[in-house]
């Protein structure tokens, strides 16, 4: 079972930025993809980035491309995603994602295991 506990979510100015971060249960993180969803209010969660368990191969979802950068920590089980230039469309709750498979949390995107999901609001 992989434990998923989100921090850093808060209000915010556009253009200003703000840091998630993810950390998990140490038994797993190693062998894991990790990434993130987003869901926007009355909307559909939606993919936003992940990252594969050695951490060389990264997946964005077109609308954050050069503004959120995902990267994980092997020595803190920790994931984080740098939020830049934010913008109010990127308000919604947050949510850590762990698979076994990059390419089904990358590629496909879906996940196994969930975080409970930060609030991220951004204001104009």
């Known amino acids: 079972q992989v434990q998923l506990v989100e921090s850093g979510g808060g209000l915010v100015q556009a253009e200003g930025s703000l840091r998630l971060a993810c950390a998990a249960s140490?038994?797993?993180?190693?062998?894991?993809?990790m990434g993130w969803f987003r869901q926007a209010p009355g909307k559909e969660r939606e993919f936003v980035a992940a990252?594969?368990?050695?951490?060389?191969?990264?997946y964005y979802a077109d609308f954050v491309k050069g503004r959120f950068t995902i990267s994980r920590d092997g020595a803190k089980n920790t994931v984080y995603l740098q939020m830049n230039s934010l913008k109010p469309e990127d308000t919604g709750v947050y949510y850590c994602?762990?698979?076994?498979?990059?390419?089904?949390?990358?590629?496909?995107?879906?996940?196994?295991?969930w975080g409970q999901g930060t609030r991220v609001t951004v204001s104009s």
């Open positions: 994602a762990a698979d076994s498979s990059s390419a089904r949390l990358g590629g496909r995107h879906q996940a196994d295991y």
């Open positions: 140490a038994r797993t993180f190693s062998t894991y993809a």
């Open positions: 990252i594969s368990w050695r951490g060389s191969i990264t």
